[in-house]
Nanobody, 117 residues
């Protein structure tokens, strides 16, 4: 089935930016609503941003105005542009299908984002 591979994380200063990528194998990607999730140490895995197959987007209040989700269906890739990063954004970031509409796929390895001075 579809495999999810996240990349692009790293260590950044508060106020900095990162662009995460999620590569999804398989031929069904273009019709799937996709989302980014994150999990901070000791906390639940939370939804961050979602994008439909048609490109409509939604964001958690905590990231609204700072993060932008996008997708390139031809490349089977979902992106998360993260600007104005805050220490509280520190987490492992994962992509998956949007669980409002689809059963979650097996999680990938995620990519670590650390925001620290």
């Amino acid at each position: 089935q579809v495999q999810l591979v996240e990349s692009g994380g790293g260590l950044v200063q508060p106020g900095g930016s990162l662009r995460l990528s999620c590569a999804a194998s398989g031929s069904i990607f273009r019709i799937n609503p996709m989302a980014w999730y994150r999990q901070a140490p000791g906390k639940q895995r939370d939804w961050v941003a979602a994008i439909t197959s048609g490109g409509s987007t939604n964001y958690a209040d905590s990231v609204k105005g700072r993060f932008t989700i996008s997708r390139d269906n031809a490349k089977n890739t979902v992106y998360l542009q993260m600007n104005s990063l805050k220490p509280e954004d520190t987490a492992v970031y994962y992509c998956n299908v949007d669980d409002r509409f689809l059963k979650l796929l097996p999680w990938g390895q995620g990519t670590q984002v650390t925001v620290s001075s």
